[in-house]
């Protein structure tokens, strides 16, 4: 597939195993890296960044085909599979990496990323998910990179429920 076309959007979702997956199975996604973000670190460990010191967040880089897949439909997978509502917490992941928020490279793509969360933050009383650009972003260790595909019984605050209402966002 070209890629030359290609977009790329970052999505902290909680632990980034589940996050990782449940985009992979979006028709348009073509490759996604698990890492860290918008921390003040540089080339963090997962060691480092589980010490709530490097202020980095749990991110996956999300490289997509805008031609078969929207922002929009990314963005709607994202609040399938997250609690925006919470601080610093998905499921039973406790610490600042867990974080939820969406990071852009482009005032286009913010532009739209914004308006999307003005829309969503109707839908909650309390919303905590970050928006903004992107700081700065390195590739987690290579034991993160697909590590659901790898190790399927390994934990994920994402349900199953979760996870096949994402996969049915493909047949929309």
Excluded at 29 to 44: D, K, L, M
């Amino acid at each position: 597939m070209r890629q030359d076309h290609c977009r790329v959007l970052y999505a902290a979702g909680g632990c980034f195993w589940g996050t990782e997956h449940v985009f992979r199975a979006l028709n348009g996604v073509v490759e996604t890296t698990a890492g860290y973000a918008n921390g003040h670190t540089e080339h963090p460990t997962y060691r480092q960044v589980c010490t709530d010191m490097t202020g980095h967040r749990e991110t996956v880089r999300i490289v997509y085909d805008p031609q078969v897949i929207p922002l929009e439909k990314l963005l709607k997978a994202f609040f399938i599979c997250v609690d925006p509502s919470v601080s610093n917490r998905q499921g039973n992941d406790i610490g600042s990496q867990y974080q939820t928020g969406i990071y852009y490279t482009d005032e286009e793509t913010g532009k739209a990323v914004r308006a999307y969360f003005e829309e969503e933050k109707k839908r909650h009383p309390v919303f905590s998910t970050e928006c903004g650009p992107l700081k700065c972003f390195y590739e987690a260790e290579e034991y993160h990179q697909d590590y659901l595909i790898r190790n399927p019984e390994g934990y994920c605050h994402i349900t199953r429920e979760e996870y096949d209402a994402v996969r049915r966002l493909n047949d929309e």
